[in-house]
């Protein structure tokens, strides 16, 4: 009988949420095991490869979740920089609720592991563009050239991936709160800004 298809989910979620927490290098196969509440076995009978296959479906699954979100928020915010804003403050209420204990499981999980592991490098490679995509889309129709909004798409998930390690460390949003509002003025629509200095001068 073949291993039922949900225990591959609860796996990589499982996963997912102790990469966050606890980084690669101190997750093991059995605690993973015993969070997701399915057998050790299926865990191989999936994943034959061990923790770094494992690793690199959570990356995947973890950077689609981001990508979801910021559609989503893209849709509801007129601009790019209400977008991040939004993204921003998500961000801050998820870290708080978890008492900053969680952090990103991309970034947690590569920092261990890239460049040697070259299945987790490119799964990471490919959430950090679909990430900077979706943000250099939203610039591109604020009516930012697409070199513009390449660069300021790397700049804010920079920003924002070092924000989240602030935060953990001092177990406080400010960081977040402080990289969204920066963003918010860099990413603000070219005629917007353009009008503004004018104001000021």
Known sequence: MSTPPKHRGAIVRAAATLFRRNGFAATGINEIAEVSGAPKGSLYHYFPEGKDQIAEAAVRFAGAGVVATLEKLAQEHGDAASMVRAYCKLVAGWMAKSGFRDGCPITTTLLESAPQSVGL??????AFERWCGVIAAALTRDGFSRAEARRLSTL??????????????EANARPIEDVARSLGEVLRKPARRTARSRKRA
Do not use: C, D, F, K
């Open 121 to 126: 490098t490119g799964a990471g490679r490919e």
């Open 156 to 169: 804010a998930v920079s920003a924002i991936e070092g924000a989240l390690i602030l935060a953990r460390v």
